[in-house]
């Protein structure tokens, strides 16, 4: 999939089974990740903190209280603008998230990233730019590039992640409103978001409704894939009732050809405009160590997103396959819950014959031990069980397991917490069920 985007126009082209989809909601920008995804809906709840819907008096005039308060909104951006600092969180309907933070004292910039299991920092002054990236082991390696840097793709659209406003926007929107294509759907609101006073609006979009002249005007055709591959658009979004800036927007719609719904929500948790500091991360490595760090968080993602993709399978569970895979405990810690993050550790330990994934195992650490202990017929590790009528069960077990047979192909189920382990004495464990 390719996505690209314009800062001073609404249109994002998102390349999807071969089309281009334009979203042009005024001059809204609206980054919208197109992920098929049948029968799953992102968008069902009420916006936070906001009392209950109020019908709209249709009027869809540019002096209603929803188009005023749009229309307000984007005046206030124009004369906004740095420092400030500000947290958001990226959601699409195939469950891929993304938070970004930012900060820009109106001199220097820094962007941090946190997706799947990496966190990746920007720092751009006038003059310097340095690439971070947290690793699976919780080290952060920085480096500084130089001008011709191989480095320098991984800082390409960063600048346009900072707020940056089209001045064309009143306008742009304005004409909408005029040709019917934005209607809004429930009168404005209060709401709070970020801990922040904004104001809700709610509203659809359909292209449908352009005779030849408007589409002209527009720059539109009669085919365009608005009118024709994608439909039935609502969105909504809070405007910070201080700066205009939006605080919450969702955009909802049908990929007309399967009659498949897909989202995409963007929320702020924070957003803060005064005492605003930047702190220059402190440069530790070279370009070819950060170069090969990267290199190895991108692989390892893409592992994981290609296994939930492709199997349909849980994060956890990926993140397990891949901790194992390329023999890393530290991947465990991308799991999407502590149990998630505990088992994959416990599998880890069993499955490479490494006891240091016990030890990070969290509350299934005294499992873990008495597991590796009977598949590798060393009663030392029972030592490491704090749970004493368990270690002592580890010690039985191992002895029995060493005086028994020697035929490796030999399997003995052992129960020893919350969930049960096949145990073969060949030295491996039989993975359980996918973690929840």
Same mark, same amino acid.
């Given at each position: ?29 609206? &980054? ?69 933070? &930012?900060?820009? *004292? ?14 990746? %920092? ?20 920085? @480096? ?24 064309? @926007? ?35 979009? *359909? ?41 919450? %927007?969702? &955009? ?85 819950? %502590? ?14 014959? *490494? ?82």
């Amino acid at each position: 999939m390719e996505q690209t985007k314009t800062e001073n126009n609404s249109q994002i082209n998102v390349k999807k089974n071969g089309g281009n989809l334009p979203l042009m909601i005024g001059s809204i920008l609206v &980054l919208a990740v197109l992920v098929v995804a049948a029968g799953y809906y992102w968008m069902n709840a009420p916006a936070p903190n906001t009392p209950e819907n109020k019908p709209i008096t249709q009027d869809n005039s540019l002096t209603s209280p929803a188009a005023k308060a749009m229309l307000d909104a984007y005046a206030k951006q124009q004369n906004f603008s740095a420092p400030y600092s500000l947290e958001y969180t990226e959601n699409t309907s195939d469950g891929s998230k993304i938070i970004v933070s &930012l900060i820009d *004292d109106g001199k220097n910039k820094y962007a941090t990233a946190i997706r799947v299991i990496s966190r990746r %920092q920007v720092y751009l002054a006038p003059n310097e730019t340095i690439v971070c990236e947290k690793n699976f082991a919780g080290k952060e390696n920085c @480096a500084k590039l130089g001008e011709n840097s191989s480095l320098q793709n991984y800082t390409i659209g960063i600048d346009s992640l900072f707020l940056s406003f089209d001045p064309t @926007a009143k306008s742009a929107d304005s004409t909408l409103i005029k040709m019917g294509v934005l209607e809004f759907t429930q009168e404005p609101q209060e709401a709070q978001v970020a801990n922040r006073k904004c104001t809700l609006v709610r509203y659809t979009l *359909d292209y449908t409704k352009l005779n030849a002249t408007q589409l002209a005007l527009l720059g539109m055709e009669s085919n365009d894939t608005l009118r024709t591959v994608f439909g039935n658009f609502s969105a909504s979004r809070c405007f910070d009732a201080k700066t205009g800036v939006v605080l919450d %927007q969702h &955009l909802q719609y049908v990929y007309l050809k399967s009659n498949q719904t897909m989202a995409y929500d963007k929320i702020f948790s924070s957003f803060e405009t005064e005492n605003i500091k930047i702190s220059v991360p402190e440069v530790n490595v070279d370009e070819k160590k950060l170069q090969t760090s990267l290199q190895e968080m991108d692989a390892v993602i893409g592992q994981i997103e290609e296994c939930t993709a492709s199997n349909a399978a849980n994060l956890s569970k990926c993140v397990m396959i891949s901790a194992i895979d390329r023999q890393s405990v530290e991947i465990c810690q991308a799991a999407d819950s %502590q149990q998630g993050k505990d088992n994959c550790a416990l599998n880890y330990a069993l499955r490479t014959m *490494d006891a240091n994934g016990c030890e990070k195992a969290g509350e299934m650490k005294d499992e873990c031990y008495v597991n590796y202990a009977y598949t590798s017929s060393d009663d030392s590790y029972c030592t490491l069980v704090m749970n004493e009528s368990l270690k002592s069960e580890c010690v039985k077990i191992v002895a029995e397991g060493l005086s028994s047979t020697n035929t490796t192909s030999e399997s003995t189920p052992k129960t020893t917490g919350s969930e049960q382990v096949n145990i073969t004495k060949s030295g491996a464990g039989v993975l359980p069920g996918a973690p929840t």
